[in-house]
């Protein structure tokens, strides 16, 4: 589900930012997420599992991403990524970055159309949580320039 169009890409674009949730430590999902990303074109930026989010959104000052891919695969997704990103959101610096959150977000294996809500009314772009998740994600990420890194 988008909650809106994402919000046209930098010429100079940034890293994708990829990272788990804070109760989350599984890692399989992220290094599947890092080589996707990579496939498509794009630098990544993987933060790994267990990320808080002031963890979060000071990396994401240091990187400055074209976009941040959360990803949760215990079940609690919607509950620590709302927490992500409502710290992003307050950050202005990071205003204007595409946020997907991902996986599995709901112990039950389908997240209720009310916690969707919550995640896209708290300023993720995207929620992908169906078997399509990954074929958004490559949507979205056609839709963004490649990493090209400022020159020196």
């Avoid at 674009?13 to 109760?23: C, E, H, L, Q």
């Avoid at 989010?53 to 215990?74: R, Y």
């Amino acid at each position: 589900m988008m909650r809106r169009p994402l919000p046209p890409a930098e010429r100079t674009a940034g890293p994708v930012v990829v990272s788990g949730v804070s109760s989350d430590a599984h890692t399989w999902n992220l290094v599947f997420l890092h080589l996707l990303i990579e496939e498509c074109g794009h630098a990544v930026r993987n933060l790994g599992p267990c990320v808080p989010p002031d963890l979060l959104v000071s990396a994401c000052l240091d990187a400055v991403p074209s976009l941040i891919v959360l990803s949760s695969v215990n079940g609690h997704g919607h509950r620590d990524g709302l927490d992500s990103i409502r710290a992003v959101r307050a950050e202005p610096r990071l205003a204007g970055v595409p946020v997907v959150i991902g996986g599995k977000l709901d112990v039950t294996g389908e997240l209720a159309p009310e916690r969707t809500r919550r995640l896209l009314d708290a300023g993720a772009d995207a929620v992908c949580t169906d078997d399509t998740g990954v074929h958004r994600l490559r949507a979205i990420l056609a839709s963004r320039p490649a990493h090209t890194p400022l020159a020196a």
